[in-house]
């Protein structure tokens, strides 16, 4: 799940709700969260307490939830050479920006994984079209938060 998803289960927008339902974990779902997640989606709630659309203490709580939650109910995937190397070769074929060429680079490796384990594959859930259409090429199933107001 990328940071422009992930921001919606902490912060009220489109698609906020459902991003609750699959991030409940009465839901069972894996949440798979790219290390960098969390200076995403701290960047984008500090930038909305900064424009004043969020208040100082909502702001702080939703980080202090997100911290908790990166620590307890997602998993982690670290950023290794080969990611990084898969991420500049995804930037190159589809002017993906950085951040977003390593969570691609990173849900393609997950997938690699869920396949050679027998493992469902995963679905790739974003709301930045540019992003979610590289994906999509990539082979990956993909959700868009957005489609589900």
Same mark, same amino acid.
């Given at each position: ?12 927008? &489109? ?7 699959? %991030? ?6 894996? &949440? +798979?969260?790219?290390? &960098? ?15 004043? %659309? #969020? =208040?100082?203490?909502?702001? =702080? $709580?939703? #980080? ?6 990166? @620590?307890?109910? +997602?998993? #982690? ?10 991420? $500049? ?15 691609? =680079? ?5 997938? =690699?994984?869920? #396949?050679?384990?027998? &493992? ?10 540019? @992003? ?18």
């Amino acid at each position: 799940m990328d940071s422009s998803c992930l921001v919606k289960r902490y912060v009220n927008e &489109i698609g906020s709700e459902w991003v609750l339902s699959i %991030t409940d974990p009465v839901a069972g779902n894996e &949440i +798979y969260a790219v290390c &960098i997640t969390g200076v995403e989606v701290i960047s984008a709630v500090s930038r909305r307490k900064r424009d004043g %659309t #969020i =208040a100082s203490a909502d702001a =702080a $709580m939703v #980080i202090a939830t997100l911290k908790d939650d990166l @620590l307890n109910e +997602y998993q #982690i995937i670290e950023v290794t050479e080969q990611l990084v190397n898969r991420a $500049m070769t995804l930037a190159e074929n589809y002017g993906l920006r950085g951040f977003d060429a390593v969570q691609l =680079a990173a849900a393609c490796e997950v997938q =690699a994984l869920c #396949i050679a384990s027998g &493992i469902p594959p995963l679905s790739f859930l974003s709301a930045d079209k540019v @992003l979610n259409a590289a994906a999509a090429a990539e082979g990956l199933s993909v959700d868009d938060p957005n489609d589900h107001p």
